[in-house]
Structures are given as C-alpha cells and as structure tokens.
C-alpha cells in the first residue's frame, strides 16, 4: 500500500487488531507484523523509519481478519470517542462517559427542569447532563485525534469547526443540577472534573448520605440514581437495604418528579418497591444494564390515578 502517500515519516504509528482466524492465537503478533510492512515500506520510500508503539497518539491502524480474508482501516479517532477527554480523575468503577451520556438521553428530561443525582460517584451524569444543557459537545475537550497525524491535514479546518462548537455554548438560567455523595473523596473528584469540563458552576455539589439531598419541591425534574449492584463494587447484602432506602426516597422526597436507576443487577431492583414504567436497555461493558422509569406521582396527579383506576 502506499502509506507514503497517506502517513507523515514522523508520524507516530500504532497497530490494532480484530482476529477471528484457526491458525492465529496471538493477535499482538499480527500488529507486530503489519506494524512491520507499515514502518518498512516508509523506510524504503523515504529513507526514514517512523517510531510506533501501542500508545494511540499518532497515527492508528486497524486490521479486521476473519478466516481468509483481511481489511486494513485508518481509525480517524485513535482514542476511544467513548471518553470525553474532561475526566482526568475517574474514581472508583466509573460509567464511562459515552454511556453516561446515552441514559441521559434517553430520560425525559428537558434540559431546563431541575436534574437531582444523588449517589454521583465521580460527577460522570451530572457533567454529562449539564454539558448536554448547555450544549458543550464532548469535541471541545479533545485536543488529538489520529486524523491529525495524516498526510494534508489542514489545522485551518479543524480550528474552524473547533469554533462553532464553542458558539454553540449556551447557558441557561436558573438551571439546577443537584449532585451529591456521602464521599467527600467523590465530590472533591466530582469538582475537579466538572471544572476541566467548565459546568462546574453549573452542578450544585454536596457531601451527604443520599436520602438528605435537597430537592426542589414545586417542580417536575429528573432524580437520577446510578448505584453499585454488586458486579464491580458492594456486597449484595448490604445494597439490598441501599435500594430500598432509594425507594423510600423517591416515594417521600421526590413526588411530582420522574425517578431513574441504572443497574446491572434486577434482583436488587426489586428491593426499591416501586413499579418500572419503563426498562430501558444498555450494557455496560459486559454487563446487561437498565435504566428504570419511575413516575412518581404528586398530590392530586396520584388522586385523579386513583379515581380513574376505581371508575375503570
């Protein structure tokens, strides 16, 4: 191929691989050899030989073989899109931001409405909701990219469309995002990140055990739980009087709101004593995951439910 035409002599290179093929039960020995071709074919084309290695900070390569055939790709990205590039300081079993993102999306959340998240860990959907808010794309964050290590890649382009992202930031007043954590490791790590991704004055951050996070009453906001369930972190025991105490919360805290869990495990969702109005699914890695709707109905909304289950 002629790489010298696609790839700077200086550029960095890194190979990586998908393999589905009898004969291959080691894949780094396939990046070590198209790695090979790569560095050897710019050597004889240009008398020098590029540095490469596994760190996806230049150019990357990716090689899809499956039985006897084989597709060589140039990954545009190199690092994961998945990670936003604001959170420097993951915590313990992080939601990665991708996906953080995703079950933001997929409440029904308006952006303006009071968004509570108790239980925030490292701050992960509470930055994702007030980036979303506010209208920061995850691009602003980023600085590299594999397309950068190209041959005739113009700066000038990148920098334009670099800039109307950063037109795009809105703000919007009066909004509130809760974030709270027993931890006070968690929300100094929830602030630190928030500041890298500029909402830090956005999120209202507090240390407290969840069931004293302040909710605003009057209003028909999202409260956003993303507990451990007992794949990564907690034993299962003891969070099965965890959830329950969500489900006592949402019950005497969080009326007139819509109530979400995300968990991995749905044995201990039946410990909150609520009904799911919808079960959403997401994996998590590995993990088969649901966000759980709960909508918690206020004063006369519960009334006139009841009223029409009794005339029905």
């Known amino acids: 191929m002629p790489w010298e035409n696609i790839l700077n002599n200086t550029s960095y290179i890194s190979v990586t691989c998908t393999v589905d093929q009898l004969t291959v039960n080691n894949e780094m020995f396939v990046n070590v050899k198209v790695k090979d071709a790569i560095v050897d074919k710019l050597r004889r084309e240009t008398s020098v030989r590029p540095d490469s290695g596994p760190d996806m900070t230049g150019v990357v390569i990716h090689l899809y073989w499956k039985d006897d055939r084989a597709e060589v790709f140039i990954d545009t990205s190199g690092e994961t899109l998945a990670k936003h590039g604001y959170r420097k300081i993951p915590g313990k079993a992080p939601m990665l931001e991708a996906l953080a993102a995703s079950t933001v999306m997929a409440t029904k959340w308006d952006r303006q409405a009071p968004f509570i998240n108790p239980m925030c860990g490292s701050g992960t959907v509470a930055i994702e909701a007030a980036l979303q808010a506010t209208n ?38 009066g909004l509130q995002i809760v974030a709270t954590d027993i931890s006070d490791d968690a929300i100094n790590i929830s602030k630190v990140n928030a500041g890298i991704a500029g909402v830090e004055n956005v999120i209202q951050f507090k240390r407290c055990d969840f069931a004293l996070t302040d909710v605003p009453e009057g209003k028909e906001g999202i409260i956003y739980f993303n507990p451990e ?61 649901r966000l759980l709707e709960y909508e918690l109905y206020a004063g006369s909304k519960d009334k006139d439910r009841r009223e029409k289950v009794s005339q029905e």
């Open 136 to 173: 920061r794309r995850p691009g602003l964050y980023r600085s590299n990219y594999s397309f950068m290590h190209l041959k005739n890649f113009d700066v000038q382009v990148y920098q334009a469309e670099l800039q109307k992202l950063r037109d795009q930031v809105k703000e919007v007043p």
């Open 229 to 289: 369930y007992g794949e990564r972190l907690g034993d299962v025991k003891e969070l099965e009087e965890t959830y329950a105490r969500m489900g006592d919360f949402l019950k005497q805290k969080c009326k007139g709101y819509t109530g979400y869990i995300f968990t991995g495990n749905l044995d201990l969702a039946k410990k909150i004593g609520l009904k799911a109005r919808r079960r959403i699914e997401f994996y998590n890695a590995k993990i088969d995951c």
